[in-house]
């Protein structure tokens, strides 16, 4: 495998294509887990047009794109790996990897900031880090925010200006029951105005919902369908003084279910004083991802789910590494 796979570096604009292209066919490829190292247990089978020294890339929409974060035992970033420490695997069939990219793009990023009245202690430092992690931003980048309670509502459509954000968000107070579910709905239908391919949430509450419309399996749907990837920051009180009710006690369950569907991550947070360190440590990590390109050999437009697998070849020298990646999508029907 590694030695008919023959890579190919994008540059930051042909990226743009190809996370623009990519997922109009692909539909959104959805989800995921921490994937740790794990042994050879899966077919060897790369069928596919192999990229000749010197040819061009073609931009197609058979193209799957998948986002990677990859951190050491101590949950930091780690950066400077190469194509042939990755390994993709479509149901459990290895594919050949032929782009391969850890270049900075622009990405369009939506903030949901919990405004419910269990928030009414917290909302300071909650404001706080999302104006931290919007000041991670690149000039290409853009945001909108969205605040909920007991209904989801749309604070700020797509901008650059941080300023703007700042302003409208400020003046928020906290109230009401929690709309967490129809806040990720807003937030998801939101993002299809975006100019970016590479598209993220970040979701910053105490967790738990009772008082949405949709559902968790309506959400969880939606969230796997959809090409962007969810983040949260999980402002929670320790567990033996979480007796609130049971919507409240299941917040961090849905939080992290939620993000491991999409290749993001659930932080949780007990000291508020973290906060803007840690808006601004998943800033960076959104930076700081891998971007592995491939033809699926399943070419059936049948609309079923397809299972995605990353393993990695750890560099010598380095301590066991773990990826976070999509772990799926859905085909293209016919």
Do not use: C
């Not at 993709?88 to 069939?93: C, M, R, S, T, W």
């Not at 939606?222 to 049971?246: C, H, K, M, N, W």
């Not at 906060?275 to 800033?283: C, E, N, S, T, V």
């Amino acid at each position: 495998m590694k030695n008919s796979m023959i890579k190919t570096r994008v540059s930051a604009a042909q990226l743009i294509l190809l996370l623009l292209f990519g997922s109009v066919i692909f539909g959104s490829p959805a989800a995921a887990s921490a994937q740790s190292l794990v042994s050879d247990d899966v077919k060897h089978n790369t069928p596919g047009q192999p990229i000749k020294p010197g040819q061009g890339v073609r931009i197609d929409v058979n193209l799957a794109l998948v986002n990677v974060t990859v951190t050491d035992p101590y949950s930091r970033i780690v950066t400077g790996l190469e194509p042939d420490n990755f390994r993709v695997f479509e149901d459990n069939i290895e594919q050949e990897v032929v782009n391969f990219s850890s270049e900075d793009v622009p990405i369009s990023i939506g903030v949901i900031l919990d405004l419910s009245g269990s928030m009414a202690n917290k909302l300071g430092k909650a404001k706080e880090a999302a104006l931290q992690f919007f000041k991670t931003a690149n000039p290409e980048d853009e945001f909108f925010l969205v605040g909920f309670n007991e209904r989801a509502q749309l604070l700020s459509p797509f901008t650059s200006n941080v300023e703007d954000l700042q302003s409208r968000m400020l003046p928020a107070s906290a109230q009401g029951q929690t709309a967490l579910l129809d806040a990720v709905y807003l937030g998801l239908s939101q993002m299809r105005s975006a100019r970016s391919g590479k598209r993220a949430l970040l979701v910053i509450s105490d967790g738990g919902d009772n008082s949405s419309r949709y559902t968790e399996k309506d959400i969880k749907r939606l969230v796997r369908e959809a090409d962007t990837q969810l983040y949260s920051i999980g402002i929670f009180e320790p567990f033996e003084y979480r007796g609130r009710t049971p919507e409240e006690l299941n917040g961090p369950t849905l939080l992290n279910e939620m993000t491991e569907l999409t290749g993001g991550r659930a932080f949780a947070v007990e000291n508020l004083n973290d906060l803007p360190d840690i808006a601004a440590k998943i800033g960076a990590e959104l930076r700081n991802q891998y971007v592995l390109g491939y033809h699926p050999s399943n070419r059936a437009r049948d609309a079923r789910w397809r299972k995605i697998k990353i393993k990695l070849r750890t560099p010598k020298g380095f301590p066991p590494l773990s990826a976070y990646a999509k772990t799926g999508y859905y085909a293209p029907s016919r």
